[in-house]
C-alpha cells in the first residue's frame, strides 16, 4: 500500500479532506507526544485506489513569517514518509506568504505532488483556483473537499503522479 501525505497551511481543509478519504474506516489517532501528537493516520479510498493517508495539524497558528518548529518537524516527517503528497492551497482566500513557506518544503522533497485548490465549489473557488498555478508546483486540481466536488479530477491526478 501507498502512502499520501495531506500537506498545507492551517485552514486550508486537509482534515475535511482526510475525514472524507477515509469515510467511516477512521483508523488510530496518534497519541505520542511531540510532533507526532497531531498526526492522523487512516486507509482512504478512492476509486479503486486504496492507500494510507496521513493528515498533518498545526499544533500553533504562529506568524505568516516563522512556521512554528513542531509544525515544519511534523510536516517533514509527514512528506518523508509519504509516496505522494496531497498539497492544499485555499481557492477563497488565494494564497499566502505561509503557502509559499510549505510549498518550499515539499518542492524540496522531490515526491509526486499534487496540488489541490480546495474550497473550489462555486464561481469564487473557481476564479481562486487558478491563482494556483503561481507556487510553480504544477497545475491545480480544484476540489471541494467539504461539498464532495472534483473527486474524479483528483483520482486521475492521483494516477498519473503515481
Ligand atoms: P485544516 O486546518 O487544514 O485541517 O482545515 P479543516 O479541515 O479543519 O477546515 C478548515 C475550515 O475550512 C473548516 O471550517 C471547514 O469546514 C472549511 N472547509 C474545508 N473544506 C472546505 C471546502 O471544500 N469548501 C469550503 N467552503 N470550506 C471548506
Ligand atoms: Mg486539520
Given at each position: 500500500?501507498?502512502?499520501?501525505a ?21 483508523a488510530?489517532?496518534d ?14 479510498r ?6 494510507k ?10 506568524d ?7 509544525m515544519?518537524a ?12 496531497f ?22 522533497a522531490?515526491?509526486p505532488l499534487?496540488?489541490?485548490?480546495n ?7 473557481e ?11 504544477g497545475e ?5 473537499a ?5 473527486f ?5 491526478a492521483l494516477r498519473?503522479?503515481?
Open positions: 500500500m501507498f502512502t499520501v495531506i500537506i498545507g497551511r492551517p485552514n486550508v481543509g486537509k482534515s475535511t479532506l482526510f475525514n472524507r478519504l477515509v469515510g467511516k474506516k477512521l488510530l489517532v497519541d505520542r507526544p511531540g510532533v507526532t501528537r497531531d498526526r492522523r493516520e487512516g486507509e482512504a478512492l476509486g479503486d485506489l486504496t492507500f493517508i496521513i493528515d498533518t495539524a498545526g499544533l500553533e497558528e504562529g505568516a513569517a516563522s512556521l512554528p518548529g513542531r515544519r511534523q510536516t517533514e516527517m509527514a512528506i518523508e514518509h509519504a509516496d505522494a503528497i498539497f492544499l492551497f485555499d481557492s477563497r482566500t488565494g494564497l499566502t506568504p505561509d503557502d509559499r513557506v510549505f510549498a518550499n518544503l515539499v518542492r524540496r522531490g515526491k499534487i496540488l489541490i485548490a474550497k473550489a465549489e462555486g464561481r469564487a473557488g476564479a481562486g483556483a487558478v491563482e494556483g498555478y503561481d507556487l510553480g508546483l491545480p486540481t480544484p476540489l471541494s467539504e461539498h464532495g466536488d472534483g474524479a479530477s483528483l483520482y486521475a498519473e503522479a503515481l
